[in-house]
């Protein structure tokens, strides 16, 4: 795990605020979508589900957000996984309750 940035030095990766903001965004859709996984079948929220959690991968660790951005970054794999038929919907939900809860702790420094 990496040392958590101080609100100071996320002021100076973010100064206008906007990623964190994404990140606000982020989450709530993240959560929208975790019935999805209730219906692992739903291949089409699974996508959704992919292709926001591989932006928020790439993107976070940019922001000073390092821990956010291996949570989102373990939850696109265990998707992959699900819509290749070898994954486990429990895990894939265990790495978005992860994410939550990390974007949870990033969202109360800003």
Same mark, same amino acid.
């Given at each position: 795990?990496?040392?958590?940035?101080?609100?100071?030095? $996320?002021?100076?990766?973010?100064?206008?605020?906007?990623?964190?903001?994404?990140?606000? &965004?982020?989450? =709530?859709?993240?959560?929208? $979508? @975790? @019935?999805?996984?209730?219906?692992?079948?739903?291949? &089409? =929220?699974?996508?959704?589900?992919?292709? $926001?959690?591989?932006?928020?991968?790439?993107? %976070? &660790?940019?922001?000073?957000?390092?821990?956010?951005?291996?949570? %989102?970054?373990?939850?696109?794999?265990?998707?992959?996984?699900?819509?290749?038929?070898?994954?486990?919907? &429990?895990?894939?939900?265990?790495?978005?309750?992860?994410?939550?809860?990390?974007?949870?702790?990033?969202?109360? $420094?800003?």
């Amino acid at each position: 795990m990496h040392k958590a940035p101080t609100a100071a030095e $996320l002021a100076l990766l973010d100064p206008d605020g906007t990623f964190a903001e994404r990140l606000a &965004g982020d989450r =709530a859709a993240f959560a929208a $979508l @975790a @019935a999805a996984l209730d219906e692992a079948d739903d291949d &089409g =929220a699974l996508a959704d589900i992919q292709l $926001l959690a591989h932006r928020l991968g790439g993107a %976070a &660790g940019t922001f000073g957000y390092a821990e956010v951005g291996e949570a %989102a970054l373990d939850l696109e794999e265990s998707i992959i996984a699900l819509r290749e038929g070898e994954g486990d919907s &429990g895990v894939a939900a265990g790495h978005l309750a992860v994410l939550l809860a990390t974007l949870d702790v990033a969202l109360r $420094l800003k």
